[in-house]
């Protein structure tokens, strides 16, 4: 499931939200404040949108409670890196977990200096 880094940074906001409680009722709003106290200042109809669309991939669900919309994700953080691990591995290594590993080996030092 391929995600842009915005979606990342807001999966990685719910579940820093969710982290102290996993029941809480998460909202656009909630997650718009979030990402502005760590900087990154996005308007209310951007992380709508991008939501919305996390929805569609079936990464987020949104349920109503009173008049107000909520969203919780559908798996942990562990669970995401694995199935993008395992998407990029199909991507890239065709489907070979060794050749991938291999590859982040002899890679290993480029990555770390930049």
């Not at 709003?29 to 109809?45: F, H, M, P, S």
């Not at 199935?83 to 050749?99: H, L, P, Q, V």
């Amino acid at each position: 499931m391929v995600c842009g880094s915005l979606e990342i940074e807001i999966l990685n906001t719910f579940w820093h939200l969710a982290s102290e409680n996993e029941d809480v009722d998460i909202s656009i709003q909630d997650v718009v404040d979030e990402l502005a106290k760590n900087g990154c200042d996005r308007a209310y109809t951007t992380i709508k949108t991008v939501m919305d669309r996390l929805v569609t991939k079936s990464i987020l669900v949104r349920y109503k409670s009173g008049k107000k919309f909520f969203y919780k994700a559908t798996m942990d953080k562990r669970e995401m890196a694995l199935d993008m691990m395992r998407e990029f591995t199909s991507n890239f290594f065709d489907g070979d977990i060794r050749a991938m590993v291999h590859f982040v080996e002899q890679e290993a030092s480029e990555i770390l200096v930049k």
